[in-house]
């Protein structure tokens, strides 16, 4: 006979996917040359595919686990069912019974019923939560985060397991970097001071789940697209227009540049908590860029395809110099890769490994790009 959390896993993957893509922030949008296939990749059910050039989501296979939002470089895709903001909002409600412990808790530890569902946040599966969010949790005043799930290996979601312990590996090389005191830990037990008697709750929670099952399925489908558009909006720091096709939506300029929005929440955050600039961070958030200037061809399509403009030209080019300096914004790379794609030579490298210092430095950092040695060799001319 299936079990309460079984009923609620199922009536989730009916309602809808709990993720949208802005396919116009997604790398392949950009250059069809990227590497990147991250989401596909971490995708344990194979609902993300690359078709005709863009990353395609098969709603009837997505189980809504989230392991696609973290990986992704460009944060072109999020969550929704909950959002974002939903989640910190939940939790802020919850802080009249938790105080400064924000505790969530996937959705099949939740249906068990061990703690007081007013205290804590429930999410489809912990891999939805992101590095930015917990580190952000941490500026806004908690003291405490506890991730709480139970035994993975017997769950639909099992396979994303390592994503989640990367997701918050993450977030604790951001927090060491700072002088923050909030301890961030994934648990499998509901921390005492929440906890209920069994059946306590148990009659309520269960009324209220068919009552809310019913009801989601005949709402959610309607909100779904604002709930998308808003989140969009939220991360994007622009309005964004609904386009055809499930879970998608389209902005106009595959060439316009993104926002490292995802970046500069985490570099406020972490300004808020004092960040130590001895430190450095070893993340999948920010890269640091090397030039081989003998290598380099001087082509500029690292320039050109750079999504977030962290590479810049300095100017105008210098007749009497043999090299084009460029400026490089650590805090403005998100790490995609497509500057290396792009290159020929193969003259330019990523390091994951970075300088608070340098995170927090208004000025960037200059590399010396190689001339064009054939007349024409500089793509971005034709682009002034």
């Keep these: ?30 250059n069809k040359q990227t590497s990147c296939r991250r989401c596909v990749d971490i995708c344990p059910e194979g ?45 802020r409600k919850a802080q009249r019974i938790t105080g400064d412990m924000a505790v969530i808790a996937c959705s099949r530890k939740a249906a068990a019923q061990e703690a007081d569902p007013d205290s804590f946040v ?35 979601y099992g396979k994303v397991n390592d994503a989640i312990n990367v997701t918050v590996k993450m977030a604790q090389t951001l927090l060491e970097a700072t002088k923050a005191t909030c301890a961030l830990k994934r648990d ?13 709750k148990r009659g309520v929670a269960r009324r209220s789940f068919f009552r809310d099952t019913k009801q989601a399925a005949q709402s959610l489908a309607n909100i779904a697209a604002q709930e998308a558009l808003d989140e969009l909006s939220r991360r994007s720091g622009q309005m964004v227009g609904s386009g055809a096709g499930q879970g998608l939506t389209q902005r106009t300029s595959p060439l316009e540049p993104v926002f490292a929005t995802r970046n500069l929440s985490v570099l406020d ?44 030209y300095q100017g105008q080019a210098d007749p009497t110099k043999d090299f084009r300096a460029v400026d490089f914004s650590a805090a403005d790379c998100v790490q995609c890769h497509l500057c290396e794609d792009v290159c020929l030579p193969r003259a330019l490298k990523i390091d994951s490994d970075v300088a608070v210092s340098e995170l927090f ?10 001339k064009p040695k054939r007349h024409g060799q500089d793509i971005l001319s034709r682009f002034r």
């Excluded at 189980?63 to 959002?83: E, F, K, L, N, T």
């Design 361 to 370: 430095d208004f000025e960037p950092r200059t590399l010396a790009m190689a």
């Design 269 to 312: 955050a972490m300004d808020e908590l004092g960040p130590d600039e001895e430190a450095s961070v070893d993340t999948r958030l920010f890269g640091s860029v090397s030039l081989d200037r003998e290598a380099c061809s001087g082509c500029g399509f690292c320039v050109l395809y750079c999504p977030t403009q962290a590479l810049r």
């Design 47 to 91: 609902a993300l595919s690359v078709k005709q050039g863009a990353i395609a989501l098969d709603a009837t296979r997505c189980v809504s686990c989230g392991a696609c939002i973290g990986v992704c470089p460009m944060a072109a895709i999020s969550a929704v069912d909950p959002s974002v903001t939903q989640v910190e909002q939940a939790l």
């Design 122 to 156: 429930e999410v489809p599966c912990l891999a939805r939560l992101d590095e930015s969010l917990l580190v952000e949790l941490a500026a806004s005043g908690f003291t405490s985060i506890i991730l709480v799930d139970g035994d993975c290996s017997s769950c639909k």
């Design 1 to 30: 006979m299936a079990t309460l959390p079984d009923l609620s896993t199922v009536a989730q993957a009916f309602i809808r996917a709990g993720i949208v893509i802005d396919q116009s922030s997604c790398l392949l949008a950009r």
């Design 188 to 200: 499998t037990v509901f921390p005492p001071s929440l906890r209920v008697e069994a059946g306590q």
